[in-house]
């Protein structure tokens, strides 16, 4: 099975705090991605990549940046972050070629 | 243009109705389409995943997609409880993950026992 994890589901982090979301694969996935789920705004992407050292810009990607250092982790950045950045983050994977994603179960993040 | 329509619901049907949930969308460019099942506190799950217009079953759902009215549909038989879950369309312009997935905003489905 493939399995994605993030590494926490549960995150408080004050305004103004650098935060840095994990996000981890075991079927090397060349593609990863992270998306923000909002109550009546559904998934919305924020970053995505296709290979080691490669990102992409999704559709809101202003106050993220992203690192991906190997293959099998793909990190989400708040360099200072907001109130408004409260949400679910969700990271996900698909195989090479393939429109299919894998998702891990979410991390919630409150900014207070 | 990025647009997905889906009815957020909730949609509440008896064990064992068929249940029918929908997208719209406005861009001709979308070609493949998924869908998905995100049980509460949990990531979404791939259920569906297709390519062409027709239907295509898979145990109990059924995917449609009609691309000359920008329409899908997922249909489910025999509804159960373990069903309830939120739905999400899903859809992409081109294979080979080239781009990430514009989603719909979900369908809050309930299987009354």
């Known amino acids: 099975d493939v399995k994605v994890t993030q590494s926490s589901r549960y995150l408080v982090k004050r305004t103004g705090e650098k935060v840095f979301l994990e996000c981890v694969q075991d079927m090397d996935h060349e593609n990863m991605f992270w998306y923000r789920q909002d109550p009546g705004l559904g998934l919305r992407l924020i970053y995505f990549?296709?290979?080691?050292?490669?990102?992409e810009k999704g559709d809101i990607p202003e106050g993220y940046s992203v690192s991906r250092e190997k293959k099998e982790r793909f990190s989400l950045i708040l360099e200072s972050a907001s109130t408004n950045q409260t949400s679910m983050y969700l990271c996900?994977?698909?195989?090479?070629?393939?429109?299919?994603?894998?998702f891990g179960p979410g991390t919630r993040l409150t900014v207070t | 243009q990025k647009e997905v329509e889906q009815d957020p619901g909730p949609l509440s049907v008896p064990e064992g109705a068929i249940v029918s949930l929908n997208c719209t969308y406005s861009n001709s460019a979308f070609q493949y389409f998924m869908w998905y099942r995100q049980y509460s506190r949990k990531g979404p799950e791939l259920l569906m995943y297709t390519y062409s217009s027709g239907n295509k079953e898979d145990g109990r759902f059924t995917a449609q997609v009609d691309k000359s009215s920008k329409y899908i549909s997922l249909f489910i038989r025999d509804s159960q409880p373990s069903d309830s879950a939120t739905y999400l369309c899903a859809m992409t312009y081109s294979g080979g993950g080239a781009d990430g997935l514009t989603f719909g905003k979900g369908t809050h489905l309930i299987i009354q026992p």
């Open positions: 990549s296709y290979d080691v050292k490669m990102k």
């Open positions: 996900a994977s698909s195989f090479p070629g393939g429109d299919e994603q894998y």
